[in-house]
């Protein structure tokens, strides 16, 4: 198998004005938490908190793109939102491999998403097979 256990993948993403827009445009989720910066700070946030289904674009794109193998599928993915997310925020995802089901095809990550000041915005387990 081309993975190994403890194998670990880290990448960089900004939730950048497009994407956020994107999202809005593709969606239609305009709840004022999103896109009401007044609305936001009277809930206790610093600014309109950003969807936090765009990290599964992310994961989606981790998936997809930055593996080295594109014969996969999401089995399941799991997500704990742990803080807000803003916009343009730099977020580094990191993922490791904590389980090799080779019988099924199939490799289990934990990850997570850290913003620039170190915090932990989100984290979770992804579950994938391998298309023969």
């Given at each position: 198998m081309i993975f190994k256990l403890d194998d670990t993948f880290d990448k960089l993403f900004i939730v950048s004005p497009e994407i956020y827009a994107g999202f809005i445009k593709l969606f239609k989720d305009e709840n004022p938490l999103h896109t009401d910066e007044n609305?936001?700070?009277t809930k206790g946030f610093k600014g309109r908190v950003m969807h936090g289904n765009i990290l599964h674009g992310f994961i989606s794109y981790f998936i997809g793109e930055c593996l080295p193998v594109k014969n996969v599928i999401i089995h399941s993915q799991k997500i704990e939102f742990k803080n807000a997310v803003y916009i343009n925020d730099?977020?580094?995802?990191?993922?490791?491999?904590?389980?090799?089901?080779?019988?099924?095809?199939?490799?289990?990550?934990?990850y997570y998403f850290e913003n620039a000041t170190s915090s932990?915005?989100?984290?979770?387990q992804i579950q994938i097979g391998l298309l023969n």
């Open positions: 609305f936001a700070k730099e977020l580094h995802f990191k993922a490791v491999i904590t389980g090799i089901y080779e019988s099924v095809n199939t490799v289990e990550f934990k932990i915005v989100a984290k979770g």
